[in-house]
């Protein structure tokens, strides 16, 4: 079983519409990553969290630490933010050391014009 | 635009060969970590460097190894490639480690034929 699990794994929709991505991890972690990759690789971090919520522009990033659990929202959804959303948790680590991000999957989105 | 930069772009070895590939940070970017992303696949954890020395690794084996130079480039190497090598290589740099903003490379496309 995966630590992070995002749902949906793909997600189609008309552009403007209200799109929540989903991300559940099952262990102890110090923050949260939510990212963005378009086609050919290139990831763009959108944003940190370690409690809270966070908004930047159309995106809102919550989370829910003691239900190990975050949300990425995009309002008013455009053709352009048609990319795979990931979310990497750190883990809590008592040994030393450093563990670098784990992973989810990704969750594909498209926003059809 | 990340400030973060890979070669080579894409790649194409025999199995058993061996293979450099390298990333460039930012400035002021002690911290590089490398990951390893199969197709359909989150990224999978490598190995961190702070400051030139290894202060992390994932479950990677041994002919998977780094070089972090003072002028904020690095390397992976692989040694005896195998087939399931084949994958997305990307390099992610920040100024102290996974609880700062990370800023990934582009990526460099592995094939072991």
């Known amino acids: 079983k995966n630590e992070v699990e995002q749902s949906p794994q793909n997600l189609t929709a008309q552009e403007g519409e209200f799109i929540t991505i989903n991300c559940s991890y099952s262990?102890?972690?110090?923050?949260l990553h939510w990212l963005q990759q378009h086609p050919g690789g290139g990831i763009v971090s959108l944003f940190m969290?370690?409690?809270g919520k966070k908004k930047h522009g159309r995106l809102i990033a919550t989370i829910n630490i003691q239900e190990k659990h975050s949300s990425l929202h995009i309002t008013a959804s455009h053709p352009r933010d048609s990319a795979v959303y990931i979310c990497?948790?750190?883990?809590?680590?008592?040994?030393?050391?450093?563990?670098?991000?784990?992973f989810g999957k990704g969750t594909h989105l498209i926003i059809q014009p | 635009e990340t400030g973060v930069t890979q070669s080579p772009t894409h790649l194409i070895k025999t199995r058993g060969q061996q293979v450099t590939l390298r990333c460039s940070s930012q400035?002021?970017?002690?911290?590089v970590s490398w990951y390893q992303q199969a197709l359909g696949q989150g990224p999978q954890f490598i190995f961190q460097?702070?400051?030139?020395?290894?202060?992390g690794r994932g479950n990677f084996p041994p002919r998977f190894s780094g070089l972090q130079f003072p002028n904020y480039s690095s390397e992976l190497n692989v040694n005896a490639l195998e087939l399931d090598d084949s994958a997305l290589y990307l390099c992610?740099?920040?100024?102290?480690?996974?609880?700062?903003?990370?800023?990934f490379g582009p990526g460099t496309r592995l094939t072991v034929l």
């Open positions: 992610a740099s920040s100024t102290s480690g996974p609880g700062d903003t990370q800023y």
């Open positions: 262990v102890g972690i110090s923050a």
């Open positions: 969290l370690s409690s």
């Open positions: 990497a948790v750190i883990l809590l680590y008592s040994g030393g050391g450093a563990d670098g991000l784990t």
């Open positions: 400035s002021g970017h002690n911290t």
């Open positions: 460097y702070y400051r030139e020395e290894e202060n």
